[in-house]
């Protein structure tokens, strides 16, 4: 079938909440399907009464307006027509991590990965409220903004994404740049590859297991080698792995740094950066001394640091948030009316913008049926795929379906479902493209 055709078929198939970008991919390619995730469409109660006045709404906060929270605000509008929405986040629009590497090789700008909430209000009548939320009581259902604004709903949905661990040494320089959340660190990254001589020296690290987009640093890596060869002729990328080896992707992102880019990566496994020293632009690491002319240094992560001020990083080690992965409900004490999705819960799903659609869908299906009197779906099926740069024109796959394990509790990856392309071409590459533009348009337009 022609690939074409086949990604716009749009696979509605049982696994229906298929999407596709940071995971896992069957013998088939992976699939660009934007379906309504396996659920069925719940019954929502009525808004009028029997003597004809308008009953109060169910309310919902949500919290952070990224992938997660932007889709659970989206689809609670769509599928519980009787909730009242407000999407509370602190920026006025949404950057998209998801393609900002390409920002580092200037084919992508910052403001073509920006998006408004301006549809979600219009289009869904969501109440955006843009702040920063500092505290939430789990238990009386209330966010505390900034502000002093105090609001209460029946349920609240946290979709903060992460934040990072302070690296030794670093304290507030700028010269060691994560550029693993769009914006200004990754301009400021760019700028300093940009300035780096011909001959030098760039280095990455990879933080240690459970982090945002498993092959995201893999293919940035192939990404900025590839540039390094055109613009940077003569340079080296040392890429410092935190952990035993590659954690995704195995057999392409071996091939491109061993082969296709073996004159320019120098792969190091099981190189932990313990400290920094941005004077001498040295990390100190469990594999040596190294030194860079430009760093992009990408330290471990944890859930957004209102879980942790909540209360409810209760799973990994107190890094993340332990979810019920039927309705994505905390699992932490008498906070079961507090709802995390995306990078900030820990499932065994990866953290990727694509899962975090899913998730987003997932939860908002459950909190429709539970505000309904009813029980969130039993059976959940999730899908998440990627596309990476192995070059600056072709891009490899990978894509998996998640389905609920009853007798662990969890999502469990269907082997059958799970697969890579085998290598990388330039028809990849323009899927990507068609691929990102669907996934942002469910989750914002
Ligand atoms: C370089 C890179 C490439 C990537 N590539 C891919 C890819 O190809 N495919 C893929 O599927 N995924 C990819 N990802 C991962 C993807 O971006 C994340 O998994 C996804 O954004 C997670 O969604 P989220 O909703 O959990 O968090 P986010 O999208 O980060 O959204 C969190 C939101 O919450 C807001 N917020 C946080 N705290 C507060 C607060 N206290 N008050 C108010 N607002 C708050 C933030 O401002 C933010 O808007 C990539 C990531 C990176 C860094």
């Known amino acids: 079938m022609d690939r074409r055709i086949f990604l716009g078929s749009a696979v509605a198939s049982a696994v229906g909440a298929t999407l596709t970008a940071c995971g896992g991919g069957g013998s088939s390619e992976p699939a660009l399907d934007l379906a309504e995730s396996s659920r069925r469409r719940p019954t929502t109660t009525t808004t009028t009464t029997s003597a004809g006045t308008t009953a109060a709404k169910s309310r919902v906060i949500v919290i952070g307006g990224g992938m997660g929270g932007a889709t659970v605000a989206k689809y609670l509008r769509l599928w519980g027509d009787a909730i009242s929405v407000t999407l509370v986040e602190r920026m006025p629009t949404y950057t998209s991590n998801i393609m900002s590497s390409l920002v580092l090789t200037g084919q992508r700008t910052l403001g073509s990965l920006s998006y408004s909430y301006d549809t979600l209000r219009s289009k869904y009548g969501i109440t955006t409220v843009f702040g920063e939320v500092v505290a939430i009581d789990p238990v009386g259902v209330k966010v505390t903004l900034a502000n002093g604004t105090v609001l209460t709903a029946d349920r609240i949905v946290m979709a903060p994404g992460i934040s990072f661990d302070a690296v030794p040494g670093l304290g507030t320089s700028d010269k060691m740049p994560h550029a693993w959340q769009a914006g200004p660190q990754t301009t400021l990254l760019a700028n300093q590859l940009n300035a780096m001589r011909s001959g030098g020296v760039a280095v990455l690290t990879i933080p240690k297991t459970p982090y945002r987009c498993p092959p995201g640093p893999y293919e940035r890596a192939c990404l900025i080698a590839d540039w390094l060869k055109v613009k940077k002729p003569g340079s080296k990328l040392i890429v410092l792995d935190a952990n035993s080896g590659i954690v995704t992707e195995v057999d392409n992102f071996t091939n491109a740094f ?169 028809d990849n590459f323009e899927d990507m493209g068609e691929w990102f533009k669907a996934l942002m348009g469910d989750s914002f337009a």
């Open 258 to 426: 061993m082969g296709l880019h073996g004159n320019v990566i120098e792969y190091h496994a099981n190189a932990e950066v313990t400290s920094v020293d941005p004077a001498t632009m040295s990390l100190m690491t469990t594999a040596g001394t190294i030194r860079g002319d430009v760093i992009n240094m990408i330290p471990r992560q944890r859930a957004g640091a209102l879980v942790a001020t909540a209360g409810l990083n209760n799973a990994t080690e107190g890094r993340f948030a332990g979810v019920n992965v039927l309705s994505y409900a905390s699992t932490a004490s008498g906070a079961g009316k507090v709802h995390i999705i995306g990078d900030a819960s820990a499932t065994t799903q990866p953290k990727a913008g694509h899962i975090a659609n899913q998730e987003a869908k997932v939860c908002a299906d459950a909190i429709s049926r539970i505000l309904s009197g009813g029980s969130p779906d039993p059976a959940p099926v999730t899908n998440s795929a990627c596309f990476s740069t192995i070059t600056m024109s072709q891009a490899s796959w990978l894509t998996a379906v998640f389905q609920y394990d009853a007798a662990t509790a969890a999502m469990k990856a269907v082997a059958a479902s799970s697969a890579a392309s085998t290598g990388w071409d330039q």
